[in-house]
């Protein structure tokens, strides 16, 4: 029974995309999805979301708090991301789109959070719930295309 390494190795992995943005978050929860019995898929969604949320809070800790420590091409990106420091709803609406569709990459809304300090708790929340939708589609493709068999 693979069942708990699948899943915890699936959520440590995606863990692991949210700081290292070349590592497919996406891909890893579509094999999972295959692999697992369907009424495991609910709580893969939930463990790797919480996984990639995990460790985008370190990134926007990290912007947030100690914003030296990152590469200069990052500091740029910044430096023309501040012109919306007092734009809240936008910033929160772009943190949900950037963690649902990638669109504009959630890394970069990551580090854009952290500078222009969207509230951490909103963060979470938009980040936990837009990622949760973007595994969910995932997942729902991955055993319609399996089966159909899906909880």
Same mark, same amino acid.
């Given at each position: 029974m693979m069942e708990p390494g699948i899943m915890i190795g699936a959520a440590l992995t995606c863990a692991l995309g949210g700081v290292l943005p070349w590592v497919s978050s996406?891909?890893?929860v579509l094999g999972a999805a295959v692999l697992l019995p369907p009424v495991t898929l609910p709580m893969l969604i939930?463990?790797?979301?919480?996984?990639?949320?995990s460790s985008k809070t370190l990134v926007y800790g990290v912007t947030r708090w100690a914003p030296h420590l990152l590469p200069?091409?990052?500091?740029?990106?910044?430096?023309?991301?501040?012109?919306?420091?007092?734009?809240?709803? =936008?910033?929160?609406g772009a943190v949900f789109a950037g963690s649902a569709v990638s =669109?504009?990459?959630?890394y970069l809304v990551t580090l854009a959070s952290g500078l222009l300090r969207v509230p951490f708790p909103l963060f979470v929340l938009a980040g936990l719930c837009g990622t949760s939708v973007r595994y969910s589609?995932?997942?729902?493709?991955?055993?319609s295309l399996r089966s159909g068999a899906c909880p």
């Open positions: 996406e891909l890893v939930v463990a790797c979301a919480v996984g990639q949320m200069a091409r990052a500091r740029a990106f910044l430096a023309r991301a501040e012109r919306y420091r007092g734009r809240r709803p =936008l910033l929160v =669109l504009p990459p959630f589609f995932l997942v729902w493709a991955a055993c």
